[in-house]
């Protein structure tokens, strides 16, 4: 006999099974999540918060400040015309200007379109966990931006023609008189129904407001001892009442016999031998047998 290594493990003869040599069909493509984004899912009420700051957007370029001429101003206007320099005739018939060209009116409408974005935003994100919710996020910026526009009802800013005219505000404020035009009150009722459906979307989709309970109910069904569940804690798991004690078998009891009379034998006594007892046969004598000496100690 003839002794040597073992032999290896053959080689393959031909390709592996399933083709060629390749690398595999999806080879290069990134793993897929399981979860597709589908935006009709989204409720109306998050397509009509998009809307809201989409329209504020659009009416923030109309007639958000309105200017008109007052005192020797409107005077002037109204008697000589023609002498009114040409940088000023806009004025003797009324002029505007965007929400763009004061600090409030421009901050508020970036706010509502932010709010506005974040309303599409928690839907296409819905699976991604932040330490703040994004709805709730939302609807703090629309509100912010809400109370930006209402301030910008007091702070007009100055005729943009004429502040670069007049130095003296004394002379601007008894020349030109400044308010708001159509345009900020549709971006103010805008900016309230952006932050109303904002808060609604937000507690409808389970968050709740600081320092109110959730919208869903902060205790689970069926947690002992809280409403709504079955276990014998708070009133809820039978209809508002108290659950029944837990009921035990009746202890069965033997009759007594009256006070001073004798208690006879229980029940199946039997007085007498047991049955099958046999009695000694005649002669048996118990103890030792005659002549029997014990043994001394």
């Known amino acids: 006999m003839t002794y040597g290594p073992p032999p290896g493990p053959s080689e393959p003869s031909g390709p592996p099974a399933g083709g060629g040599y390749g690398p595999p069909s999806n080879y290069g493509s990134a793993p897929s999540s399981g979860t597709k984004i589908d935006p009709k899912s989204a409720s109306p009420l998050d397509w009509a918060a998009a809307g809201a700051g989409v329209l504020a957007l659009i009416f923030s370029f ?30 003797c018939s009324g002029d505007s200007a965007s929400a763009w060209h004061g600090f409030f009116g421009w901050f508020g409408v970036v706010l509502l379109v932010i709010a506005a974005l974040l309303a599409l935003e928690a839907v296409l994100t819905a699976q991604l966990t932040l330490p703040i919710p994004i709805r709730l996020i939302g609807a703090g910026l629309a509100a912010l931006g809400t109370i930006s526009v209402l301030i910008a009802l007091f ?39 952006l932050t109303v459906l904002s808060i609604i979307r937000f507690q409808q989709t389970g968050g709740a407001l600081p320092g109110r309970g959730s919208a869903t109910g902060a205790t689970t069904p069926g947690q002992p001892g809280q409403p709504g569940s079955t276990g014998y804690g708070t009133p809820g798991g039978y209809g508002g009442q108290q ?30 031998p047991p049955p099958g007892y046999q009695q000694p046969p005649p002669g048996y004598q118990q103890g030792p047998p005659p002549g029997y000496t014990p043994p001394s100690q």
């Open 62 to 91: 109309f007639a958000f400040y309105t200017y008109d001429a007052k005192g020797e101003a409107k005077q002037a206007c109204s008697v000589s015309a023609n002498e009114v320099p040409s940088v000023l005739k806009p004025l």
């Open 155 to 193: 702070t007009i800013p100055d005729w943009p023609p004429v502040a670069d005219l007049i130095t003296n505000q004394s002379q601007y404020d008894k020349s030109v008189d400044g308010g708001v035009g159509f345009s900020w009150y549709v971006v103010l009722v805008l900016g309230l129904i």
């Open 243 to 272: 659950p029944p004690p837990p009921q035990t078998p009746p202890q069965q009891t033997q009759p007594q016999q009256p006070y001073g009379q004798p208690q006879g034998p229980p029940p199946g006594y039997q007085q007498g």
